[in-house]
């Protein structure tokens, strides 16, 4: 089945420790996001990309970087996480054209930052 | 930006009772999807109704996009039903995102 990957499912990281997410579509969409949802909040969009083209949000702070090397994968980097960046991190996905817009949630990534 | 407000924040519901979910929305819009997050945090696809009425088992979903408000109806209700449901909105083209309500949690009573 054509899905939305994230990996990994869990990740323990220590203060001021870069940190990776990534995740992998089979639904060969256009367009991926990153969303950040704290916990009992609704989730919040960081940035997402537009084919190759990266459209930062305004409050999204510095210390969030992302990469798409290829249509199916994206990665989220955290260069220097701090406590107030424990969340869930929920990738989504959609392919922009004339009939439907709707996004595709992975299953997310659960950071802890010790 | 857009506002996107979900009423009621809570419900408590006893198994067997229907329920009505409202989302309202402030300016117009492509996109408008509801989801079910269940307890591992994943957002399931419930309906994608930017305009409509959609119905799936005992589930069904109107938006009335000229007046900017979605319900999202829960018919017979189950306990498994039990969790946080969000309402979210967004545009086309580059600007493609999607803005959420702060979503309604319903406990389900067997």
């Known amino acids: 089945d054509a899905m939305v990957i994230q990996n990994p499912r869990y990740q323990v990281t220590q203060f001021g420790k870069p940190v990776t997410l990534s995740c992998s579509q089979t639904?060969?969409?256009?367009?991926m996001y990153w969303y950040q949802q704290k916990s009992s909040q609704a989730p919040k969009l960081l940035f997402h990309?537009?084919?190759?083209?990266?459209?930062n949000e305004a409050d999204t702070p510095d210390n969030f970087q992302s990469r798409r090397p290829n249509t199916s994968f994206c990665f989220l980097d955290i260069r220097s996480p701090g406590l107030g960046d424990a969340a869930m991190y929920l990738c989504?996905?959609?392919?922009?054209?004339?009939?439907?817009?709707?996004?595709?949630f992975g299953p997310g990534t659960r950071l802890t930052v010790t | 930006g857009i506002q996107v407000e979900q009423s009621p924040p809570d419900l408590i519901l006893q198994e067997g009772a229907n329920s009505t979910l409202r989302c309202n929305f402030s300016d117009s819009v492509n996109n408008l999807q509801w989801f079910h997050q269940n307890p591992w945090g994943q957002l399931i696809n419930l309906f994608y109704?930017?305009?409509g009425t959609k119905q799936n088992g005992r589930l069904s979903a109107t938006t009335v996009a000229t007046e900017r408000y979605s319900l999202l109806y829960i018919s017979s209700s189950q306990t498994t039903d039990s969790g946080v449901y969000f309402c979210?909105?967004?545009?086309?083209?580059?600007?493609?995102?999607?803005?959420f309500g702060k979503g309604i949690t319903l406990s389900v009573r067997p």
């Open positions: 109704i930017p305009s």
């Open positions: 639904l060969n969409h256009n367009v």
């Open positions: 990309y537009y084919d190759k083209d990266f459209n």
């Open positions: 979210a909105v967004g545009l086309s083209g580059a600007n493609s995102k999607l803005t």
């Open positions: 989504a996905t959609s392919r922009d054209h004339g009939s439907s817009y709707e996004q595709y």
